[in-house]
Antibody, heavy 116, light 107 residues
Framework: QVQLVESGGGLVKPGGSLRLSCAAS????????MHWIRQSPGKGLEWVSF????????YYADSVKGRFTISRDNAKNSLYLQMNSLRADDTAVYYC?????????WGQGTLVTVSS | EIVMTQSPATLSVSPGDTATLSCRAS??????LAWYQQKPGQPPRLLIY???TRATDIPARISGSGSGTEFTLTISGLQSEDFAVYYC?????????FGQGTKVEIQ
């Protein structure tokens, strides 16, 4: 079954860190470009980060640049998002999504709540 | 950054009617535009890419048009499952950007 499953979300205090994971199955992960996209409660979609198939090309939204790090392990069919210096406005459901341009495959998301 | 602006914010329509949603880009994105549908508690679902190409399993009553800076998503013969929030997204440049969404609600 072709799917993406996020994990690692939870409650964290401002200034804290969290590492999200996205497990891929049913397709060739190592050939897939991947993104993280987030959605604050009741709000719209915000693109967060992109990584190419081998990790040689990476982009970030300005809002997370310098605080978040995207990475992947093709041997484990997994995508990661290391989030440091978390702020209240990072509270959101974080989705991983596949492909270079349009995004035909999304995970169900994992909720990150930043609050004291 | 390319700013995507959707209108209207909310569209009230009756089942069986046609809904027309607009998306405007602050600069040309060519045909590098996608539309997504999102229902509560679910991730977005790709409907249209390349401005006018339907994604897999998307019915013909859903269509996209436009290029450059002006785009339209048309949903004909609205059915109950079509009442949702719709987002446009440009993938012509980095950062990727989404519109703020249009909610299609039952009138």
């Amino acid at each position: 079954q072709v799917q993406l499953v996020e994990s690692g979300g939870g409650l964290v205090k401002p200034g804290g860190s969290l590492r999200l994971s996205c497990a891929a199955s049913g397709f060739t992960f190592s050939d897939s470009y991947m993104h993280w996209i987030r959605q604050s409660p009741g709000k719209g979609l915000e693109w967060v980060s992109f990584i190419s198939t081998r990790g040689s090309t990476i982009y970030y939204a300005d809002s997370v640049k310098g605080r978040f790090t995207i990475s992947r392990d093709n041997a484990k069919n997994s995508l990661y998002l290391q989030m440091n210096s978390l702020r209240a406005d990072d509270t959101a459901v974080y989705y991983c999504a596949r492909d270079r341009y349009q995004l035909p495959l999304w995970g169900q998301g994992t909720l990150v709540t930043v609050s004291s | 950054e390319i700013v995507m602006t959707q209108s209207p914010a909310t569209l009230s329509v009756s089942p069986g009617d046609t809904a027309t949603l607009s998306c405007r880009a602050s600069q040309s994105v060519g045909s590098n535009l996608a539309w997504y549908q999102q229902k509560p508690g679910q991730p977005p679902r790709l409907l249209i890419y390349g401005a006018s190409t339907r994604a897999t399993d998307i019915p013909a009553r859903i269509s996209g048009s436009g290029s450059g800076t002006e785009f339209t998503l048309t949903i004909s013969g609205l059915q109950s499952e079509d009442f949702a929030v719709y987002y446009c997204q440009q993938y012509n440049d980095w950062p990727r950007t989404f519109g703020q969404g249009t909610k299609v609600e039952i009138q």
